[in-house]
């Protein structure tokens, strides 16, 4: 984004617009400002929001949420690369988060983690080649009592070993070969 | 709303109750395996039988065994099911008219069940979360009442201080004390904050209890708002619990409906709103100058202390800010006394503790049991100790800021004084128990990477200390480390301790420290021998 700032001298805010104004996504970003009045301290609800729309944020978007809330882009920027929950980055198609909580890592999450590396041949916050697999760690989703967790897709999954974590995402590694 | 329109709900409530009434877990832990398929099951299983008159299957808040889940049990008789499956609901309602189950059975008379004392999750379990007229039919929002019309705003606060009442969140600073100063500091304009960023890993206390009875938090922040003379609440949820938003969202809409949030709440002057802001992953927001500052849609940076939020927090305004179990507390204290609760506990740590068990340990799930339980029996009569009858080796308590507290220790009755004794803290509340496989150095490691990764960075002990810390600790596990380095070690956590801005960095060598404590042993294990020009290893050094 500091990039994209500094390579443009000229306002680029037209140009962005623009690419807003075709996309309806956009509209119901805008919308949801609107609900919470355009209030500053709403841009982390607003970024949610974002993230929700779009799966990621990029540069674009992060200008628009600036420019529609009135802040300046750097506290946008910096908000949204403060907190983890936030990504820049295109992700997969399918998720797989490995909980690294006290409790899931005692009962073996590392080897659960290290099992999908070795198979997927990325490592944790990394995404496959064919954008087909994003596999990112947790810092604990409270799930303890069921532990080690994985969550798929959103779905949380109890008492994972490594095998049943291999099995889970083969279908999704192994896609297009 | 007025009081009888309140005992009329409840009254409407506990009419319809039916004969036999079968409830489901429906918390994170159940919820994950596959509770709703068994509550849709069981419903129809219902229908299917024509039972639809005699039994209610009701979704309920944690039940507190999660490691059995999906837990069922049947009212009135009491009989617990676990790992129940879809396919099992015909033969379990079946059992309502003398049918037999192969369904494994739990016993509700186990000392898991019978050692708890619930205050703070009372209803949990009981009530449906999804619904107001379940908790009203609990008692709920008499509190609220009684205080709106009865008591002075000074009234409430000198009875939550009589009632020994301390901050659940972890440093156990006395509520009513925090309640007093912002009551007292003049402003047109104060905030309540609700602090459910349940960050420390191994954790879940908050959450179960946002999950199972989420307006006992909201009527809690309502009588603290009319305390400390506050018109506005915020819940700050961990984004990784949308569980807990959602129900937390539709009991705010629940509330509001009722008349029990809003303007002229119970006919009362007092106007109440809560709204709920949504964290984004960032273990520092635990913090409370840190969880204004995201509250405010900034980064969420700690800043240095005084001011205390109590006399300048939320854009300035003095601001409240309390744990999901201590607003919890609250309602009860007020429905039956502050003698009551201080009767519970210990001479300093008066009422309950609720504790996520887990790691290492048969029994895993949420217990509440009074203040000086003794951990002893916390892990081994209730948790039932290590499966395979392994040998405990520590308990870790305050997650990332607390310490290991060794099986020698387990006589130590739970309280804060008794815990901060031994290095550790009683931290929000996570319980992690760890056996002979655990090694010590590793624990220490991960969790000063934990620190490294959430450190902020706007403080340089906090932000270059624990990367430090953590490069000596992986040289310790790889055998690359010599004496001298194990002292470097030590030296950095007492300046980071002593350095650093706020809690993460201050509490980051507890971890550390902890372990040194009892554990040096490991640690001087897996130091390099320095070896003399001879290259013989040289004999013991210290």
Known sequence: ?177 | MVIDDLNAIAEAERAARKKYTLRCCMAAGCHSSNSVAVKKALEQAVKDAGLEDLVEVRGVGCMRLCCQGPLVQVDPDGTLYEKVRPEDSASLVGTLRGGTTHVQKGDPNSPFFTEQLSIVLANSGYIDPERIESYIAADGYRALHDVLREMTPKEVVDEIIKSGLRGRGGAGFPTGLKWGTVAKTESAQKYVICNADEGDPGAFMDRSVLESDPHSILEGMAIAGYAVGANQGFVYVRAEYPLAISRLQNAIKQAKQRGLLGSGIFESPFTFNIDVRIGAGAFVCGEETALMMSVEGKRGTPRPRPPFPAESGLWGCPTLINNVETFANVAPILRKGADWFASIGTEKSKGTKVFALAGKITNTGLIEVPMGTKLRDIVEKMGGGAPDGAPIKAVQTGGPSGGCIPAEALDTPVDYESLASLGSIMGSGGMIVMDDATRMVDVARFFMEFCMDESCGKCVPCRAGTVQMHSLLEKILNREATAADLQRLEELCQMVRDTSLCGLGQTAPNPVLSTLRFFRSEYEELLKKETAHNGEPRAAIR
């Open chain 1, 1 to 177: 984004m500091i990039a994209t700032i500094s390579n443009t001298k000229k306002n680029r805010l037209p140009e962005i617009l623009e690419h807003a104004s075709g996309d309806k996504r956009f509209k119901i970003l805008e919308a949801h400002m609107k609900k919470h009045q355009f209030k500053h301290d709403a841009l982390i609800e607003v970024l949610h929001k974002a993230q929700e729309l779009f799966g990621y944020l990029e540069d674009d978007l992060l200008l628009f949420v600036a420019y529609k809330l009135k802040l300046p882009p750097s506290r946008v920027y910096g908000v949204a690369t403060f907190y983890h929950f936030f990504t820049l980055k295109p992700q997969g198609a399918h998720t797989c988060v490995v909980c690294m909580g006290t409790a899931c890592y005692v009962k073996g999450a590392d080897k659960v983690l290290a099992a999908i590396e070795q198979a997927a041949k990325i490592k944790a916050g990394g995404t496959t080649p064919d954008n087909q697999l994003s596999l990112m760690t947790a810092r604990c989703i409270g799930a303890c009592g069921i532990a080690p967790a994985v969550v798929y897709d959103g779905t949380v999954t109890p008492r994972q070993t490594p095998e049943l974590a291999v099995q889970h995402v083969k279908g999704w590694i192994d896609h297009g070969n």
